[in-house]
């Protein structure tokens, strides 16, 4: 188990083409990170750096306080499990006992950590089983426990899910989060799925274009993005995203108006035009009308229901929102008043998209 630190990472492809820019973080030992970004953003690139399987056009690779840039995957002792599950022609005992067979361990040692990983994973009735007989799910399974028998330094898990059924997907995601509290072991997950990071994950490293942009916990993510990008691609919905404008010591949007005279000083240093982001939960909906200017009328044009939950898509006061409520009679198309909760409202610079407050 180690601590896994990248120092100004760089990564060009033939034809010029920039991968990685510049990346500085740690992944401390012990905790289960997820690299999080779009497709194209670079985050496979960058596991296979950490991994072994690439060497950087720039920067260094450290495992704890060794330089191991250019050691193999082999010297790193990393465990990957992939995408699509990988098993080999053989039996479930087979595929988990493989690589202790490999490194010479003797027979009882083989049996000991066979059984106990097949136990974390709940594959002891299907030792005797082939492998390539079990669903997706299974197979995931044994190449997840195959990963663990080794007793690696980390582990990195690439999309590990995409391929196995909703159902199978749930278990697994528990069981693997499960895993790792138990045995504290460093693993780094990428994924392009938002919902998977915020639930498996100690800290969130989210990337978009070859950078990390912010690496926190879910909740300071979720709670503080610090970019309009962050706050559009975490959460569902996305945080809501509207222009607005400083006058007189009141941030503007459509017909919103909130009083922040407190931190005037602060917006005035960026200019006076913003983007001012609050997230769908954020907003309080009623049916009943209330006093303005700190409320606005606004049409429902859309109520998608999330079980006990609403989604209403909002038009009004010459912007568009999407608030998320408790149940409420209403109709498509009927009127609702709208307040931001002051709290919890965000500001952006209009120009860079960086958060200011």
Same mark, same amino acid.
């Given at each position: 188990?180690?601590?896994?630190?990248?120092?100004?990472?760089?990564?060009?492809?033939?034809?010029?083409?920039?991968?990685?820019?510049?990346? #500085?973080?740690?992944?401390?030992?012990?905790?289960?990170?997820?690299?999080?970004?779009?497709?194209?953003?670079?985050?496979?690139?960058?596991?296979?750096?950490?991994?072994?399987?690439?060497?950087?056009?720039?920067?260094?690779? !450290?495992?704890?306080?060794? %330089?191991?840039? %250019?050691?193999?995957?082999?010297?790193?002792?990393?465990?990957?499990?992939?995408?699509?599950?990988?098993?080999?022609?053989?039996?479930?005992?087979?595929?988990?006992?493989?690589?202790?067979?490999?490194?010479?361990?003797?027979?009882?040692?083989?049996?000991?950590?066979?059984?106990?990983?097949?136990?974390?994973?709940?594959?002891?009735?299907?030792?005797?089983?082939?492998?390539?007989?079990?669903?997706?799910?299974?197979?995931?399974?044994?190449?997840?426990?195959?990963?663990?028998?080794?007793?690696?330094?980390? +582990?990195?898990?690439?999309?590990? +899910?995409?391929?196995?059924?909703?159902?199978?997907?749930?278990?697994?995601?528990?069981? /693997?989060?499960?895993?790792? =509290?138990?045995?504290?072991?460093?693993?780094?997950?990428? #994924? @392009?799925?938002?919902?998977?990071?915020?639930?498996?994950?100690?800290?969130?490293?989210?990337?978009?274009?070859?950078?990390?942009?912010?690496?926190?916990?879910?909740?300071?993510?979720?709670?503080?993005?610090?970019?309009?990008?962050?706050?559009?691609?975490?959460?569902?919905?996305?945080?809501?995203?509207?222009?607005?404008?400083?006058?007189?010591? =009141?941030?503007?949007?459509?017909?919103?108006?909130?009083?922040?005279?407190?931190?005037?000083?602060?917006?005035?240093? @960026?200019?006076?035009?913003?983007?001012?982001?609050?997230?769908?939960?954020?907003?309080?909906?009623?049916?009943?009308?209330?006093?303005?200017?700190?409320?606005?009328?606004?049409?429902?044009?859309?109520?998608?229901?999330?079980?006990?939950? !609403?989604?209403?898509?909002?038009?009004? $006061?010459?912007?568009?929102?999407?608030?998320?409520?408790?149940?409420?009679?209403?109709?498509? $198309?009927? !009127?609702?008043?709208?307040?931001?909760? =002051?709290?919890? /409202?965000?500001? +952006?610079?209009? =120009?860079?998209?960086?958060? /200011?407050?």
């Amino acid at each position: 188990m180690v601590a896994i630190k990248l120092e100004n990472i760089r990564h060009v492809y033939p034809g010029n083409v920039e991968a990685v820019r510049g990346v #500085t973080i740690t992944f401390e030992d012990k905790t289960f990170s997820a690299l999080l970004g779009p497709s194209g953003c670079g985050k496979t690139t960058l596991m296979k750096i950490i991994a072994g399987l690439l060497k950087p056009t720039a920067g260094r690779v !450290y495992f704890d306080n060794e %330089d191991v840039t %250019d050691l193999s995957p082999q010297e790193r002792n990393i465990a990957m499990v992939f995408q699509f599950p990988v098993v080999y022609d053989m039996s479930v005992y087979d595929n988990l006992a493989f690589p202790l067979i490999v490194r010479k361990l003797p027979k009882d040692e083989v049996r000991r950590k066979v059984n106990e990983v097949a136990e974390l994973l709940e594959l002891k009735d299907k030792l005797h089983l082939h492998a390539s007989a079990l669903d997706a799910g299974g197979r995931q399974r044994v190449a997840i426990g195959r990963a663990l028998v080794r007793s690696p330094n980390a +582990f990195i898990l690439d999309e590990p +899910f995409t391929n196995i059924d909703p159902a199978s997907r749930l278990v697994l995601r528990a069981k /693997i989060k499960e895993i790792q =509290k138990e045995l504290k072991q460093t693993m780094i997950f990428v #994924t @392009h799925d938002q919902a998977e990071a915020l639930t498996l994950s100690d800290w969130i490293a989210v990337m978009n274009e070859g950078r990390i942009l912010q690496y926190d916990t879910p909740e300071t993510i979720y709670d503080n993005p610090a970019n309009t990008f962050v706050a559009y691609f975490i959460g569902i919905p996305a945080m809501n995203l509207v222009d607005c404008s400083l006058e007189d010591g =009141k941030l503007i949007s459509g017909e919103f108006v909130h009083d922040v005279s407190n931190v005037a000083e602060i917006l005035r240093a @960026h200019g006076t035009e913003f983007i001012l982001g609050i997230r769908a939960e954020h907003l309080e909906v009623s049916t009943e009308e209330r006093p303005k200017p700190e409320w606005v009328r606004m049409k429902c044009s859309m109520i998608e229901s999330l079980g006990a939950l !609403y989604l209403l898509h909002l038009e009004g $006061g010459g912007i568009y929102l999407k608030a998320k409520t408790k149940r409420m009679k209403i109709s498509e $198309g009927n !009127y609702v008043w709208v307040r931001m909760k =002051k709290e919890k /409202i965000r500001v +952006f610079d209009k =120009k860079t998209g960086e958060r /200011i407050i």
